[in-house]
């Protein structure tokens, strides 16, 4: 598994400060990233902040950390940035808030027609699928990516060493 590198962290001066993924938002949920073959992984620990239910992760913070790595999985694996044109969750299971706590947040590329990538991503807890969602993202040209999004790559921690 490698990790990969926040290409916008660069950008915080600037005003980067993105819910999902910003390590310095103080209200943000500070996601990681690591590249797992063809998925995209990111382990996050659900703290009492997010719940919906008393003890129980608010289910529009499940969609978020969807919707967050199936982004990351455009980032990284077609190198570009875009948009969720489409998102449907099914909340399988409830999920435990808590210090001890660790989701594995996971996606892949289902399918690409044309400018239209078809992502699957799930929540599991314990080893247990919780929540899945598909996600149709459209697909900037790197031209638009890096013009307008300011995206230049996404590289993993041992491609830049």
């Not at 598994?1 to 915080?12: A, F, G, Q, S």
């Not at 027609?113 to 314990?126: E, L, P, T, V, Y």
């Not at 990516?145 to 790559?153: E, G, R, Y």
Request: glycine residues 6%; aromatic residues 12%.
């Amino acid at each position: 598994m490698k990790k990969i590198i926040n290409p916008w962290t660069r950008l915080e001066k600037d005003g980067y400060n993105c819910f999902g993924c910003a390590p310095n938002n103080p209200w943000g949920l500070k996601m990681e990233f690591y590249e797992d073959g063809d998925d995209i992984v990111s382990y996050w620990n659900p703290s009492d902040n997010y719940q919906g239910w008393l003890h129980t992760l608010h289910g529009g913070i499940q969609s978020v950390l969807i919707d967050e790595i199936a982004g990351w999985l455009v980032a990284r694996k077609l190198q570009t940035s875009g948009m969720t044109t489409s998102l449907e969750v099914k909340f399988k299971r409830p999920i435990t808030t808590g210090p001890d706590i660790t989701l594995e947040v996971r996606a892949h590329l289902v399918e690409m027609k044309r400018n239209f990538a078809f992502i699957a991503a799930q929540i599991s807890c314990d080893n247990q699928v919780c929540t899945q969602g598909e996600l149709t993202y459209y697909c900037f040209s790197k031209e638009k990516a890096q013009a307008d999004f300011h995206f230049t790559s996404c590289p993993t921690v041992d491609e830049v060493e």
